[in-house]
C-alpha cells in the first residue's frame, strides 16, 4: 500500500470515530438530559431529543420495562454502545491496514 494511501485510511477511520464518538455524545447527552427532567419546550432540548430519537430508531422502546426512565437509559444507551463499538472497530481495522 502506498503512504498515500495509508494516510487516506488514517484519516477515514479517525472521521469514523469521531462521527461515532458525536453520535454516542448525543445520545447520552439525551439520556443526561432526560433523568435530569430537562425542559421538553427548551429549543436545544427538542434538538438534542429529535437528533437521539432520530440515531436510536432501531433500539427505542426495544425494551418494555415498568420505568419509563429505564426504557430510556436501556434504548439510547444501546444505540450509544453500538456506535461506540461499530464505528471505533471499523475506524481500528483502517488504522490496522496501515
Do not use: C, K
Not at 469521531?18 to 427538542?46: E, K, R, S, T
Not at 440515531?55 to 426512565?69: K, P, Q, R, V
Request: overall charge negative; cysteine-free.
Amino acid at each position: 500500500m502506498s503512504p498515500r494511501n495509508r494516510n487516506g485510511a488514517n484519516q477515514a477511520g479517525t472521521v469514523i470515530a469521531i462521527v461515532a464518538d458525536v453520535m454516542a455524545l448525543i445520545l447520552g447527552l439525551w439520556i443526561l438530559m432526560y433523568l435530569l427532567d430537562a425542559n421538553p419546550g427548551n429549543d436545544f432540548v427538542q434538538f438534542v431529543h429529535d437528533v437521539a430519537r432520530w440515531l436510536a430508531g432501531w433500539s427505542h422502546d426495544l425494551f418494555t420495562f415498568d420505568e419509563a426512565w429505564a426504557r430510556v437509559v436501556a434504548g439510547y444507551g444501546l444505540a450509544a454502545v453500538v456506535y461506540l463499538f461499530v464505528g471505533h472497530a471499523v475506524a481500528g481495522r483502517l488504522h490496522s491496514r496501515t
